[in-house]
């Protein structure tokens, strides 16, 4: 029972400290709160459980077409 226990608990943890960032996404990593690193580069990445938090956001360009104003 103890294993099962220590094993979930090792999963959570490592599942808190791994992150993934896209290549439409950009990043910006956050330690309580203040900025750390604002431009993340896409792929894997490792954080530190509990105290660092990621944001992501959507990078690609949008547009609307709309009739130009005169």
Same mark, same amino acid.
Do not use: C
């Given at each position: 029972?103890? &294993?099962?226990?220590?094993? $979930? &608990?090792?999963?959570?943890?490592? #599942? !808190? $400290?791994?992150?993934?960032? =896209? +290549?439409?996404?950009?990043?910006?990593?956050? =330690?309580?709160? +203040?900025?750390? !690193?604002? %431009?993340?580069?896409?792929?894997?990445?490792? =954080?530190?459980?509990?105290? !660092?938090?990621?944001?992501?956001? %959507?990078?690609?360009? &949008? #547009?609307? #077409?709309?009739?130009?104003? #005169?």
């Amino acid at each position: 029972m103890w &294993l099962g226990l220590g094993a $979930a &608990l090792v999963l959570m943890v490592l #599942s !808190n $400290a791994l992150y993934v960032v =896209k +290549e439409t996404q950009r990043g910006v990593l956050l =330690k309580f709160g +203040e900025v750390v !690193n604002p %431009d993340l580069q896409p792929g894997l990445h490792v =954080k530190m459980p509990f105290v !660092n938090n990621v944001r992501l956001f %959507d990078g690609r360009i &949008l #547009s609307a #077409s709309a009739p130009p104003r #005169s």
